[in-house]
């Protein structure tokens, strides 16, 4: 059995110690593993290495991913789709193990409905995909989001300012919630619930008269004011999945709260630190569990289906289920934070 494995869509903590975990394993049922270059990418223009026990060990602590990615999505042409199929002959691929989040795993889900064999391992930082309580790489993105939110608050304490902080998630706020939360945030602000600039100020003033003069707010990339009916993009162009550059709303915020305020403000985005380096523990061993069971539903023959985690244990579900919809913010996890608002 020759099993392809690629990993799409933005890199994150654990991506490498998946594929480990899926060669280390499969090597046990005697396969051979084609990593496939750059995501969907790689599979359009044959780009392969060989992955071999060898070749993926020393792997488990590494960031990013050896296979390297791309926000390619191979369907969108037909001339395009009709390469993929040829090439996935042509390279003996008997499966594949698409690691990846909604745009790489929804691909999978058209390709296993055409017959392809697939599996999917569900990866985002923004831990937005359904039927699985987390992805992985989202607990590091919160251990950075933590640590900088520490640090944050010592300064804007000693210079009595306002600092909003910008965090990834671009239509749910997960970290932001988790993070602002681990961090103290005093407001936090997720795409799921569009913000009124004027409540946020209001909070802002009220801590200020009640003798803390300084303040922290979280703001999910893909917040936006009511007013704006939409979220802040950076320019126009789109990926090849439709999504535009976001970004902007850390400044957004910073402008207007000093004005309305007149307290000095600051805003910092934290950006790809949340994607980048070693995963957390948790990360590693999600991972680890999930790269484990991806190979044994291919060993099995189950194909069509994502690994999850649920509770604590490690199921599968359908990878039309889980790409049908983004699993936005669990809204008691946001009560819990609202209580801590001001
Ligand atoms: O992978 C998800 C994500 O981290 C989003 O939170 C963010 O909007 C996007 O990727 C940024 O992507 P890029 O690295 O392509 O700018």
Not at 52 to 77: C, E, F, H, W, Y
Not at 263 to 280: D, F
């Amino acid at each position: 059995m020759n099993v392809g494995i690629l990993t799409g869509g933005g890199d994150c903590p654990g991506l490498n110690a998946v594929i480990r975990a899926i060669v280390k394993r499969g090597h046990q049922f005697g396969y051979e593993f084609t990593g496939i270059k750059d995501g969907w990418r790689g599979l359009l223009q044959s780009k392969t290495i060989k992955l071999t026990k060898q070749a993926v060990s020393g792997l488990l602590p590494m960031g990013g991913t050896i296979l390297g990615t791309s926000r390619t999505n191979p369907l969108k042409d037909p001339k395009d789709a009709e390469t993929l199929f040829k090439n996935i002959e042509a390279l003996k691929l008997d499966a594949i193990i698409a690691i990846g989040g909604d745009d790489t795993l929804g691909v999978a889900a058209k390709l296993h409905a055409k017959g392809i064999k697939v599996v999917g391992v569900p990866k985002t930082i923004d831990n937005d995909l359904s039927g699985t309580d987390f992805t992985f790489g989202f607990d590091t993105a919160v251990s950075i989001v933590t640590w900088a939110l520490d640090r944050l608050h010592s300064t804007t304490e000693a210079h009595q300012r306002v600092m909003v902080v910008e965090v990834m998630g671009r239509h749910a706020g997960w970290i932001a919630v988790y993070g602002g939360i681990a961090g103290g945030a005093d407001v936090i602000l997720i795409p799921e619930k569009p913000f009124d600039i004027d409540e946020v100020c209001a909070v802002i003033k009220k801590r200020k008269e009640e003798g803390k003069n300084f303040s922290l707010v979280v703001a999910a990339e893909g917040a936006y004011p009511k007013e704006a009916g939409g979220m802040i993009t950076k320019d126009k162009t789109l990926d090849s999945f439709g999504h535009a550059k976001l970004g902007g709303v850390g400044e957004f915020l910073a402008t207007e709260i000093e004005k309305r305020t007149a307290l000095e403000s600051r805003y910092v985005v934290l950006g790809h630190l949340q994607r980048g380096g070693t995963p957390t523990a948790y990360d590693r061993i999600l991972a680890t569990r999930y790269g484990i069971r991806a190979i044994e539903l291919v060993n099995e023959g189950n194909f069509g289906r994502m690994v999850a985690l649920q509770g604590n244990k490690i199921v599968d579900i359908s990878l039309a289920e889980a790409t049908a919809k983004l699993k936005t913010v669990d809204l008691e996890m946001y009560r819990i934070a609202h209580i801590f608002f001001g």
